[in-house]
C-alpha cells in the first residue's frame, strides 16, 4: 500500500497544527482520538493517522490558514497606574539625590575642611610641646591619614557610585514612563 503524501515537509499538518495550537503530542492525539505514538509516527513520516483522524486534522487546516488574531488593547488603566509609578518613584530617587545624600556627605566635607586646617594648627603648637622622633612620625602619618579618611568617607556617602547608581534607576524609570506615555498616546 502506497503512503500518502504528507501536506508539508517532515512532520506535515499534524507538526503544523500542535506549533499553531500549541499542543502537545498527547493533546494532540486525545483531540483526533488516536495514541500519542501514532502522532508522532505521523510526524516522522512513518506511518500516517487513521482515516478518520486524518479527517478530523484536515478540518483543522482552514484554522491554520486565517489571518493570526490582532492582540487585544493594553489595559489603559494598568497601563497609567504603572507610569504613575515610575514617575513617583523617580521623584522619590530625585528628591534623595538633591537633599538626603549631600547631607550624609556634610561630616564627611566638615572632616576634609578639618583635615586640611590641622597641619597648620598643630605647627603653630609645635614650638610648645617638643615631641620625640617618634611621636613626630606618628603625628605626621595620621595628618596624612586625615584627609586620605575623609575622602573615603566622602567617596562612600556621596560619591560618584552612591549617587550614579540612583541617578541610573531615576533615568530608567523616566524612561519607561516616557514610553508608556506613548503607548497610551498621551
Do not use: I, N
Not at 9 to 21: I, M, Q
Not at 68 to 86: F, K, M, V
Not at 159 to 185: F, I, Y
Request: include cysteine.
Amino acid at each position: 500500500m502506497k503512503k500518502p503524501a504528507s501536506p508539508s515537509p517532515k512532520g506535515g499538518l499534524t507538526a503544523a497544527v500542535r506549533t499553531y495550537f500549541g499542543l502537545l503530542q498527547a493533546d494532540l492525539a486525545r483531540l483526533l482520538g488516536v495514541s500519542q505514538a501514532q502522532v508522532a509516527r505521523d510526524e516522522a513520516d512513518t506511518k500516517p493517522l487513521p482515516a478518520a483522524a486524518l479527517y478530523r486534522l484536515r478540518g483543522l487546516r482552514p484554522l491554520l490558514q486565517a489571518s493570526e488574531p490582532t492582540p487585544p488593547p493594553p489595559d489603559a488603566a494598568a497601563l497609567q497606574a504603572r507610569r504613575a509609578a515610575c514617575l513617583e518613584q523617580a521623584r522619590r530617587l530625585q528628591w534623595r539625590l538633591t537633599h538626603e545624600l549631600p547631607q550624609r556627605a556634610a561630616p564627611a566635607l566638615r572632616r576634609l575642611a578639618a583635615a586640611d586646617a590641622l597641619p597648620a594648627a598643630l605647627a603653630a603648637r609645635l614650638p610648645d610641646a617638643p615631641l620625640t622622633e617618634r611621636q613626630l612620625r606618628e603625628q605626621q602619618w595620621q595628618l596624612e591619614q586625615l584627609p586620605v579618611q575623609a575622602r573615603h568617607e566622602l567617596a562612600e556617602r556621596s560619591g560618584p557610585t552612591p549617587t550614579a547608581l540612583p541617578r541610573a534607576r531615576v533615568a530608567g524609570l523616566l524612561a519607561e514612563a516616557q514610553a508608556l506615555s506613548e503607548e497610551l498616546g498621551e
